[in-house]
């Protein structure tokens, strides 16, 4: 019974400010009694296995933002039949003792069809680049489901600075679809400099194109230069050939890398193919080719040493990715999950599982703060099956795995406290995140990281908690992390600043 007066403006005109006030009168809070459902007119519409999903519960205090998600859940379960025009009509009735009675009254209408989709604002990726990604096609019966899918997928491409779906009616029973887009920055030209207690002064720099010619393929080279690392890679990737649901990538690199314990050179080249199996969700198998060369290593370390010796490799993969967004997620799940099969020919040979999950989760949904729940687990594990160099095995720290630690000090340690990898890795991150500027696309981040690592088991743990600053730029994600080991112990290398740009949660 809310009563809100019409807004009472005074202005000073000596100082060009003035006061806005609003008269509001509360009247009587009601608590929610029955919850029900009335389809008019349509037979065919079944909604009773919708009830336990409704936000609005009886005995509850009445919300009005309650109210809405349950019109819009509702409007979408019919919606998706193909009753484009769907309309939820909230019905209150008050009872005694401040109690109301609410009953979602809906009118289907007819179904629709989609008579057209066309496409506008895309100045350079090809038309079919998009329409591999939309979901809705002429003669195909209505999905409100489809119309946001086809929205997160173009979004997660990274092509596009937004993404609208305009629905045009033709008649009763047919409408045409409006795909606009907005043409984002696909190439990037990166340069930047680093410092951290390991590896001090770095220099990297980046040329990609995550579109080339609007084709869809993607080309990326990366150079990175600092007093322990020396990288250069090229990748090409086709993800969807001659739009199918097929994808082809390449890559080759040569790695030098000064570690804690050894000094290792790596050069090789690698071949993907995979496949799109549905929407969210797909299959690959990557085989690969490398030269390691291995120095500097530690007497007490000869067991991982061989100075020179290939590796031949298979691996497949599999993954699900139904996110919103492709550099800062709200709401969706990404898994992925491999196993590295080296042995075949070469001198490596050992066996390697690594799984990841990540969850997003907006409170909005729920309680109606725009806050984001982030979870994330990741597990290895290495079987040697005859030599496992030291640099396949795992090491944690910096970001990634646990903050608060130097890059890849977390490690099993010889009896000269050099670090020699772990045959067991798991992780896990659970951050809160709530927004400093949703215009500008800046968040504040709280966390806690736990890892575990060991030879055989997890028997070296280490924790840690901060606060991180993301800003999605258009040269990429910037973050800034401040994190404080927990239970670090004497010999621990910790840092309390990182600085990253380019990578996500």
Same mark, same amino acid.
């Not at 179904?111 to 090809?126: A, F, H, M, R």
């Not at 033709?170 to 951290?196: C, F, Q």
């Not at 291995?294 to 067991?303: A, G, K, Y």
């Not at 990429?476 to 290398?493: H, Q, V």
């Given at each position: 019974?809310?009563?809100?007066?019409?807004?009472?403006?005074?202005?000073?005109?000596?100082?060009?400010?003035?006061?806005?006030?609003? $008269?509001? =009168?509360?009247?009587?809070?009601?608590?929610? /009694?029955?919850?029900?459902?009335?389809?008019?007119?349509?037979?065919?519409?079944?909604?009773?296995?919708?009830?336990? +999903?409704?936000?609005?519960?009886?005995?509850?205090?009445?919300? &009005?933002?309650?109210?809405?998600?349950?019109?819009?859940?509702?409007?979408?379960?019919?919606?998706?039949?193909?009753?484009?025009?769907? *309309?939820?009509? @909230? +019905?209150?009735?008050?009872?005694?003792?401040?109690?109301?009675?609410?009953? #979602?009254?809906? &009118?289907?209408?007819?179904?629709?069809?989609?008579?057209?989709?066309?496409?506008?604002?895309?100045?350079?990726?090809?038309?079919?680049?998009?329409?591999?990604?939309?979901?809705?096609?002429?003669?195909?019966?209505?999905?409100?489901?489809?119309?946001?899918?086809?929205?997160?997928?173009?979004?997660?491409?990274?092509?596009?600075?937004?993404?609208?779906?305009?629905?045009?009616?033709?008649?009763?029973?047919?409408?045409?679809?409006?795909?606009?887009? *907005?043409?984002?920055?696909?190439?990037?030209?990166?340069?930047?400099?680093?410092?951290?207690?390991?590896?001090?002064?770095?220099?990297?720099?980046?040329?990609?194109?995550?579109?080339?010619?609007?084709?869809?393929?993607?080309?990326?080279l990366d150079f990175e230069k600092s007093s322990a690392t020396t990288k250069y890679s090229v990748t090409l990737k086709n993800p969807r050939v001659l739009d199918s649901n097929y994808f082809l990538s390449t890559s080759v690199y040569n790695n030098d890398f000064e570690g804690y314990s050894y000094d290792s050179n790596r050069q090789g080249i690698s071949f993907t193919t995979g496949r799109k199996i549905t929407?969210?969700? !797909?299959?690959?198998?990557?085989? /690969?080719?490398?030269?390691?060369?291995?120095?500097?290593?530690?007497?007490?370390?000869?067991?991982? #040493?061989?100075?020179?010796?290939?590796?031949?490799?298979?691996?497949?993969?599999?993954?699900?990715?139904?996110?919103?967004?492709?550099?800062?997620?709200?709401?969706?799940?990404?898994?992925?999950? !491999?196993?590295?099969?080296? /042995?075949? /020919?070469?001198?490596?040979?050992?066996? *390697?599982?690594?799984?990841?999950?990540?969850?997003?989760?907006?409170?909005?949904?729920?309680?109606?703060?725009?806050?984001?729940?982030?979870? $994330?687990?990741?597990?290895?594990?290495?079987? +040697?099956?005859?030599?496992? @160099?030291?640099?396949?095995? #795992?090491?944690?720290?910096?970001?990634?795995?646990?903050?608060?630690?130097?890059?890849?000090?977390?490690? @099993? =340690?010889?009896?000269?406290?050099?670090?020699?990898?772990?045959?067991?890795?798991?992780?896990?991150?659970?951050?809160?995140?709530? @927004?400093?500027?949703?215009?500008? =696309?800046?968040?504040?981040?709280?966390?806690?990281?736990?890892?575990?690592?060991?030879?055989?088991?997890?028997?070296?743990?280490?924790?840690?908690?901060g606060v991180s600053f993301d800003w999605i730029t258009p040269i990429g994600p910037l973050n800034f992390t401040w994190a404080w080991p927990i239970g670090d112990k004497k010999d621990d290398e910790t840092r309390k600043f990182e600085f990253s740009i380019g990578s996500g949660f």
């Amino acid at each position: 019974d809310v009563e809100v007066s019409q807004p009472f403006f005074v202005a000073n005109f000596d100082s060009n400010k003035g006061e806005l006030e609003y $008269k509001v =009168k509360e009247g009587v809070r009601y608590r929610v /009694g029955k919850v029900s459902i009335s389809v008019e007119d349509n037979q065919e519409v079944k909604l009773d296995n919708y009830y336990s +999903d409704l936000h609005l519960i009886g005995g509850f205090y009445f919300n &009005v933002n309650r109210l809405r998600k349950d019109i819009s859940l509702l409007k979408r379960a019919v919606a998706d039949l193909g009753y484009a025009y769907v *309309k939820v009509y @909230p +019905d209150i009735k008050k009872r005694d003792n401040n109690v109301v009675d609410v009953t #979602y009254k809906i &009118v289907t209408g007819k179904k629709v069809y989609i008579s057209d989709v066309e496409i506008e604002g895309n100045s350079k990726t090809l038309d079919r680049v998009i329409r591999r990604n939309i979901y809705l096609a002429p003669n195909y019966l209505y999905s409100l489901t489809d119309k946001e899918d086809t929205i997160n997928s173009l979004k997660r491409t990274g092509y596009f600075d937004d993404v609208q779906l305009e629905e045009i009616p033709i008649d009763d029973t047919h409408m045409k679809i409006l795909v606009k887009v *907005k043409e984002g920055l696909t190439g990037s030209l990166r340069a930047g400099i680093s410092w951290n207690s390991y590896s001090k002064f770095g220099f990297n720099l980046n040329v990609s194109e995550k579109n080339i010619f609007g084709s869809g393929q993607s080309l990326s080279l990366d150079f990175e230069k600092s007093s322990a690392t020396t990288k250069y890679s090229v990748t090409l990737k086709n993800p969807r050939v001659l739009d199918s649901n097929y994808f082809l990538s390449t890559s080759v690199y040569n790695n030098d890398f000064e570690g804690y314990s050894y000094d290792s050179n790596r050069q090789g080249i690698s071949f993907t193919t995979g496949r799109k199996i549905t929407r969210h969700s !797909s299959a690959s198998i990557t085989y /690969g080719y490398e030269h390691l060369k291995l120095s500097n290593i530690e007497d007490d370390t000869v067991d991982y #040493y061989k100075e020179n010796s290939i590796k031949s490799y298979i691996q497949p993969s599999i993954g699900f990715n139904n996110t919103d967004d492709y550099w800062f997620p709200q709401n969706g799940v990404s898994l992925s999950a !491999s196993l590295q099969y080296a /042995g075949l /020919g070469g001198d490596q040979k050992f066996t *390697k599982e690594n799984g990841l999950a990540k969850f997003f989760y907006s409170l909005e949904n729920k309680f109606d703060i725009t806050t984001i729940l982030k979870y $994330k687990f990741k597990i290895g594990f290495i079987q +040697d099956r005859g030599y496992l @160099p030291i640099n396949e095995k #795992y090491y944690l720290g910096g970001l990634g795995t646990v903050r608060g630690y130097d890059y890849g000090s977390v490690s @099993p =340690k010889d009896a000269s406290k050099d670090s020699i990898g772990g045959k067991r890795m798991m992780t896990q991150s659970l951050e809160i995140s709530i @927004p400093v500027s949703i215009k500008k =696309k800046m968040w504040l981040s709280a966390f806690i990281d736990n890892g575990r690592i060991g030879e055989d088991n997890f028997d070296i743990v280490r924790s840690s908690y901060g606060v991180s600053f993301d800003w999605i730029t258009p040269i990429g994600p910037l973050n800034f992390t401040w994190a404080w080991p927990i239970g670090d112990k004497k010999d621990d290398e910790t840092r309390k600043f990182e600085f990253s740009i380019g990578s996500g949660f």
